[in-house]
DNA sequence: TATATTGATATCAAATTCCGATATCGATAT
DNA sequence: ATATCGATATCGGAATTTGATATCAATATA
């Protein structure tokens, strides 16, 4: 179970997750899809760049660029704002658990 | 806090809730801006409506119309499609949690 | 009888986001 | 030269989000 009809459910959830991993340590995309798909998230790549595109130019991630081999990657990591909204974040959906779990 | 740069974030929060309390009881949307509000959610109800027709129309909730003093209201409740969706919801979002309280 | 009010749902157009497919990039291997 | 490899970028169509505005049906009021 994991399709187009309700993906839209859980976008939030992916982009919750980059937030937290860019704040324990640099992240690209390409393995972060990895990290997703173990999750039980599929997302395309046509999905997942541009969402971190938006994440650092909202200024929730910095982005440095690394030559591994000859290819470059671009590591993400959080920022203070970023941290912000990953600490509302945490709150909100600790509240939700929480909900979903009353009699 | 809570504006527009990072609504997205929260959407799939605002559908989870809606198919939460569909699940116990009927629910409409005037009624259910308030309770989203309670939890520090502000949705439109531009926003609002159209997720609901569109729950509705991907069969996770049904519709009954009810003449309240003259105004009619649309009482939503899940389906059993809408059951799966919600089971799978709160595993994901306990999932999440976990790992956002991971040291 | 008209019209204002009330509680509610519906819809519009612009902007944004999502998505799979396809392109591109830079280095190394053949 | 060109094929391959690990990776990022972007395209165009579709879907979603949004605030603003319209509408609806009954009742209250003038």
């Given at each position: ?20 991993h ?41 982005v ?6 000859g ?33």
């Amino acid at each position: 179970m994991e399709d187009q009809t309700f993906r839209d459910f859980f976008l939030g959830f992916i982009k919750i997750h980059i937030l937290y991993h860019a704040s324990r340590e640099p992240v690209y995309g390409q393995e972060f899809a990895d990290e997703l798909r173990r999750h039980g998230y599929t997302v395309s790549f046509g999905t997942l760049y541009p969402i971190f595109h938006r994440l650092q130019q909202k200024g929730f991630l910095i982005v440095t660029h690394k030559n591994i081999k000859g290819k470059i990657r671009k590591y993400y990591t959080i920022t203070r704002e970023g941290k912000k909204i990953l600490k509302e974040a945490k709150r909100k959906a600790a509240e939700l658990v929480d909900e979903l779990h009353e009699n």
